[in-house]
Structures are given as structure tokens and as C-alpha cells.
């Protein structure tokens, strides 16, 4: 191996293990993402069992404009148009169970697991 090659290696591994600094915080394994697809209005799946710090992604596979918004207001994706996706952090206490609110019809809920 030339010094060439050996020190591009280094700068390669170098900026893998940046990457791993950064993402330490919210990529450990315990922080999963869960995916909740609109379609067809509805949320699939309707109930996700997640843990403080994990992150849920509701992605609107709907041409209808939809929300994920909590029944009492404390967190809101606010408007997810058609193809895009909002995530939400998990926390501690937040509420559990949500609808959307152009169809109020539509509800989800989340499950906290200790
Ligand atoms: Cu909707």
C-alpha cells in the first residue's frame, strides 16, 4: 500500500468515526424511528409502541392534506401534504393518543414503553 491510498484511508476512517460521534446521541440502538404511513385516510399503523427519545415519522401517502395532532394540543405535525413526512420526537409524559385534524375521524395512538 502507497502513502497515498493509506492516507486517504485514514481520512476516510477518520470521518466515519465523526459521523458516529455525532449521530452517538439520537442513533444508539435504542433510538428507533417508527414509521406510521396516511393512506386511505388512515394512520397504518394505527397504534406504535415506542420509548422516550425514539422518533415517529408520519408520511402522507394521501393527495388529501392531512395532521397527526394530540387530543389535547401538546404536539402537532402540523399540515403533512401529499408525499411528505413529519417527525416527532418521543418524551417523557407527552400524550398518547392523537387524530388529524381535517378528518377528525382519523385517530392514532402511541403506546410509552417504560
Ligand atoms: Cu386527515
Redesign the pocket.
Known amino acids: 500500500m502507497d502513502k497515498t491510498s493509506s492516507r486517504r484511508d485514514m481520512m476516510v476512517g477518520a470521518a466515519a468515526m465523526a459521523v458516529v460521534l455525532t449521530a452517538a446521541p439520537v442513533g444508539a440502538e435504542d433510538h428507533t424511528i417508527h414509521d406510521v404511513e396516511?393512506k386511505a385516510?388512515q394512520f397504518d399503523p394505527p397504534a406504535v409502541q415506542a420509548q422516550v427519545g425514539d422518533t415517529i415519522r408520519w408520511t402522507n401517502r394521501d393527495l388529501?392534506?392531512?395532521?397527526a395532532t394530540a387530543d389535547e394540543f401538546g404536539w402537532d405535525t402540523e399540515t403533512i401534504t401529499k408525499g411528505k413526512s413529519v417527525e416527532i420526537t418521543v418524551t417523557d409524559g407527552m400524550e398518547t393518543s392523537y387524530f388529524?385534524a381535517?378528518?377528525p375521524q382519523?385517530t392514532g395512538t402511541i403506546e410509552l414503553l417504560p
Open positions: 396516511i385516510f388529501a392534506p392531512h395532521t388529524c381535517f378528518h382519523m
